[in-house]
């Protein structure tokens, strides 16, 4: 956290005298500052292998339901000497939920009430930006997921840079960190998600992106859970284009390098890409090594293995290893239907499954711009450790 101070002070000071200022007071600043926000209502429907009748608090299966609806209101300071002041309120509200959705849903949409997600202190001159405080962060290895009601958060420093040609460059810093929701299972209550120490001494990492080939983006991050684990991610992507043609061929490779065993977790995985026209698809294998203790771990929602499903994330413990087919369609714009199969092997549980996904979505336009609406249904068969699962998913959302 110490280098990420200095290294703001000095971009303050070296700013001060090169600066271009949008705002030429500290009041027009606020007073041109921009409001954005958005509106949302989200079913979801769970169906995991336990009898309804089991009511048992802090459950992991279970039959049942959710509505929750929330706000979302986003404020940002025009510039002033290269400075702007952000904040992002998240609410959830979920009023209809009976004791078996309570249980069943208390770790990721149950938690009523409002959070500050966003409060930060952003510092621009030249091409490199600081930003801190609490932010949104969406990188490789530490990023927040989007996917409920509530995105995580983070609270901490990032700094980030493009002065080389075709090149971002950064670096950053996690002390605390905002969940879905803040359980308290001894009380049988979920509450909003609030904003908690990450690990004892926070996390670090460094991010640098290339597209100095065209086509090609190179993609590398170290990420340090501070006396915990070091997670190294490279990826090449290429994707072409030839008329109505499209093709892409990439590729990842991540080490988890754990402070308590000896072991180091290894995964590799491959992506090929095509579309014509509207129709795109892809198909992604992945692998962890064999290792007995080695698996693979990330920061908050991070997720950027390519045979993750829609709904449910991966299995990267020891010798895991699996692939993935999806094919999407745009029927017309704005409007997208699509599937993915993926058939999972975890060799050290002696377990294989088959996952199913369909999904669409459609965003209007017109007098309704800004309106969406999303639907996801994933079904997953029995496997030896954690059983079979089906899950509908409906979002409607309109942003303004």
């Avoid at 300071?77 to 290269?82: A, E, M, R, W």
């Avoid at 829609?310 to 239907?337: M, P, Q, R």
């Avoid at 088959?354 to 969406?372: I, M, P, T």
Wanted: net charge negative; proline share 2%.
């Amino acid at each position: 956290m110490k280098l990420a101070k200095l290294s703001l002070a000095a971009i303050v000071v070296a700013g001060l005298a090169s600066s271009s200022f949008a705002a030429d007071t500290l009041a027009d600043a606020f007073k041109n500052g921009k409001v954005s926000g958005e509106l949302r209502a989200y079913y979801f429907d769970r169906d995991t292998d336990v009898p309804k009748s089991d009511t048992t608090w802090d459950r992991k299966k279970g039959d049942s339901n959710i509505i929750n609806m929330g706000v979302i209101l986003n404020y940002v300071t025009d510039s002033f000497y290269g400075f702007k002041v952000g904040g992002t309120f998240q609410s959830n509200y979920a009023p209809f939920a009976d004791d078996e959705a309570k249980a069943l849903f208390y770790n990721d949409m149950y938690g009523s009430g409002a959070v500050l997600s966003e409060m930060y202190l952003q510092y621009t001159v030249g091409k490199t930006t600081a930003k801190v405080g609490r932010q949104f962060i969406s990188t490789p290895l530490i990023s927040g997921s989007g996917s409920r009601m509530i995105k995580q958060s983070f609270e901490g420093a990032l700094i980030s840079n493009t002065d080389l040609p075709n090149t971002t460059l950064a670096a950053g810093y996690v002390g605390k960190w905002q969940n879905r929701t803040s359980p308290d299972t001894a009380n049988k209550k979920s509450d909003v998600g609030e904003f908690d120490k990450f690990n004892d001494d926070g996390a670090y990492t460094l991010l640098a992106i290339n597209k100095s080939i065209p086509g090609l983006t190179i993609t590398g991050q170290w990420e340090q859970a501070v006396d915990v684990v070091d997670i190294y991610y490279v990826e090449l992507a290429y994707a072409g284009k030839m008329n109505d043609f499209s093709y892409g061929l990439a590729g990842q490779y991540i080490v988890t390098d754990e402070e308590d065993s000896t072991d180091k977790g290894n995964l590799y995985g491959i992506k090929a890409s095509l579309g014509i026209g509207a129709f795109k698809m892809y198909a992604a294998y992945a692998e962890v090594d064999d290792d007995a203790q080695a698996k693979v771990d990330f920061i908050g929602g991070a997720d950027p293995i390519y045979t993750a499903n829609v709904i449910h994330s991966g299995e990267y413990s020891a010798g895991s290893k699996g692939y993935a087919i999806d094919a999407n369609y745009e029927v017309v714009k704005g409007a997208k239907v699509g599937a993915r199969y993926s058939d999972i092997n975890m060799k050290a549980a002696n377990s294989d499954y088959d996952v199913l996904d369909l999904y669409a979505n459609y965003a209007f336009e017109g007098s309704l711009k800004g309106f969406g609406l999303e639907v996801q249904y994933e079904t997953k068969d029995k496997d030896a450790t954690t059983g079979s699962s089906n899950e509908l998913r409906f979002r409607a959302n309109y942003k303004f």
